[in-house]
């Protein structure tokens, strides 16, 4: 009995430690719920709004630029007004080319902040379990009662925790069992709750949880509409201007004698110098 005692008092100081490794499963289900992806998301729509606000302001402005240019290139004639369509038109390219060098470089910061962010969850999630059960490895978390669980007493204390005791890597796997246990009791208590509750109160209930889940997927869409403005913008994506006279001239093509040249070949009734 005073042994027990003894080693009672002994593992009741690693109590804290227990409580520890609590919370960080907790924790680490709580990510894996919610996932490595779109918790990288949300936060990459926190880091542009925050630190890379004015790339996002660039790249926007830059679109309004070409949704201007194009509009006034479809009021232009390009028979009437040749210069000034292909002037339109060799500026229009240029926003195109900013808009692809800054679109591909928001897509580049994108792939390397979410792979960063991962990585630092995957060893906020798994490091750190690995330093803990190194580190006490020998270490009881506590003392079983005498005569629970025989004769697999000795499996509660591998790898190398004293006889009677539970150790830190068997603790893991309790408080991973017992939070996943916990998580789908929950889930099937709710739907059990709801299924047998009388309907003035089901109704009540309804209407709060889905005002509460339209709230949060508000806020989670409009991260996740931020992180993902940044990403590359086709031209078909463009509104497209109403009665835009669309020309057989390439991009490469404007500019110089090749483009009067081209002309007077495709209209050979136009009277010019």
């Given amino acids: 009995m005073t042994?027990?005692?003894?080693?009672?008092?002994?593992?009741?100081?690693?109590?804290?430690?227990?409580?520890?490794?609590?919370?960080?499963?907790?924790?680490?289900?709580?990510i894996l719920w919610f996932g490595y992806s779109q918790i990288a998301s949300l936060a990459y729509g926190v880091y542009l709004f925050y630190f890379k606000k004015e790339h996002v302001e660039k790249q926007r402005r830059i679109k309004r630029d070409i949704l201007n240019v194009k509009h006034e290139l479809g009021r232009t004639s390009s028979q009437d007004q040749f210069a000034k369509w292909a002037k339109l038109r060799r500026k229009l390219d240029s926003k195109m080319n900013d808009l692809d060098n800054i679109s591909k470089s928001l897509n580049y910061m994108k792939t390397s902040f979410e792979v960063k962010f991962t990585t630092f969850l995957w060893i906020l999630t798994n490091f750190i379990q690995f330093i803990i059960i190194s580190w006490y490895i020998s270490a009881p978390v506590f003392y079983l009662p005498q005569g629970w669980f025989r004769p697999a007493t000795w499996i509660f204390s591998l790898p190398f925790a004293p006889a009677g005791s539970v150790s830190v890597p068997m603790w893991f796997v309790i408080c991973r069992k017992f939070s996943r246990k916990l998580m789908a009791a929950a889930r099937d208590g709710w739907e059990t709750y709801l299924k047998y509750v009388p309907e003035p109160v089901r109704q009540q209930v309804t209407f709060v949880t889905t005002t509460v889940k339209d709230w949060l997927k508000s806020k989670i869409k409009i991260a996740v509409t931020r992180a993902k403005s940044s990403q590359v913008s086709n031209t078909s994506t463009l509104i497209p201007t109403t009665g835009m006279v669309h020309s057989p001239l390439s991009s490469s093509s404007i500019g110089g004698d090749d483009v009067s040249t081209h002309f007077r070949k495709e209209n050979p009734n136009h009277i010019g110098n």
């Fill in 3 to 30: 042994t027990y005692f003894c080693r009672t008092t002994k593992a009741s100081r690693n109590m804290g430690l227990a409580f520890q490794i609590l919370f960080i499963v907790l924790f680490t289900e709580a």
